[in-house]
């Protein structure tokens, strides 16, 4: 019974130890992922991800490297700006690790290796420029930045993809002044807008005017050019009324004596009017003259019998 119980021992104890082998001679090693393997406390290879096979005991992981972009958003750093203004300023470093192995045996603490680089990059950017520039020139300070880090962690099988200055926090009396300012220059560019939309509308109002006064001109010379016209037209068509109705009588061949009646109605209608002065063709006055002598002669007819008479009565 004992010999069993310590048989039984020593074959859970040779389970374990083969266990144990087994994990650590085979290593799984997941995606984005690579183990940097010492081998008696020296450098060995670099496994990347898939099922592999080391030595125990002999072999050892020395550091899982992850190969994903990391990002890392350090505490805000204070910098002096050319003009003498000290401001906090925090940034955002992307980065990717390329080499395990100059990853792991290039710089102690990588990361705050990567924090310090990028503090001491950015006072040195930051110390070139004066306020206005730092505010107004972001892009510019993450290029300079972005390659001076790439260049550095070269050696530590780094790369720097991207750096992004996430805040810059000028002091209070600063952002108090920056805050006046953006305010008056707002009242400036209403002012200025006020201004010119005023003008535009006084613009459009002349413009408007002078339109209003060309076409009233415009209508009103068409007007007096179509009256014009019209009467013109009115004129014409009486003339020619007056051509084919003379034309009419001169066909008919009308006698002397009935141009001579016509004539005389026609002297009707001028005594008629107002005029002082009468004219009158010498035809007329012919005829005239001839109704006077007929006249005096009809007199004279009548007085001499009323004279004979008289001797008879006594």
């Known amino acids: 019974m004992p010999s069993n119980i310590i048989g039984t021992i020593i074959t859970l104890f040779g389970v374990l130890l083969v266990i144990m082998l087994l994990s650590l001679t085979v290593k799984v090693i997941p995606q984005a992922h690579a183990y940097v393997i010492e081998r008696l406390g020296a450098y060995s290879h670099t496994l990347n991800k898939g099922l592999h096979l080391i030595f125990p005991i002999i072999d050892r992981v020395a550091l899982d490297v992850p190969l994903k972009e990391q990002v890392y958003d350090f505490q805000p750093q204070p910098v002096i700006t050319k003009d003498n203004v000290t401001m906090m300023i925090d940034t955002i470093v992307f980065f990717q690790i390329l080499d395990p ?10 990361i705050k290796a990567i924090e310090a680089l990028t503090a001491t990059t950015l006072r040195n950017i930051i110390g070139e420029l004066e306020l206005d520039e730092t505010l107004t020139s972001r892009e510019v300070i993450n290029t300079k930045m972005r390659v001076i880090l790439d260049e550095a962690t070269d050696p530590w099988g780094i790369k720097v993809n991207r750096v992004e200055l996430k805040n810059i926090l000028p002091p209070k009396d600063i952002q108090e002044a920056m805050e006046k300012q953006m305010r008056a220059e707002r009242e400036r560019r209403s002012v200025i807008l006020t201004a010119e939309g005023e003008k535009r509308a006084a613009i459009l109002m002349a413009e408007g005017e002078k339109e209003s006064v060309v076409l009233r001109a415009l209508a009103k010379k068409e007007s007096l050019i ?37 004539s ?51």
């Open 264 to 314: 005389l109605k026609a002297l009707e209608k001028v005594a008629d009017g107002q005029s002082t002065k009468i004219i009158i063709p010498s035809e007329l006055q012919g005829l005239a003259s001839v109704l006077g002598s007929v006249k005096a002669l009809m007199d004279d007819s009548d007085v001499k019998p009323a004279k004979a008479k008289t001797p008879k009565s006594e």
């Open 101 to 110: 192995k100059l990853f792991a045996y290039g710089v102690a603490s990588p």
């Open 226 to 262: 179509a009256e014009a016209e019209g009467q013109a037209q009115a004129l014409e068509r009486v003339y020619q009324a007056q051509a084919r109705g003379i034309g009419l009588i001169k066909e008919a061949d009308p006698s002397k004596a009935y141009l001579t009646l016509e």
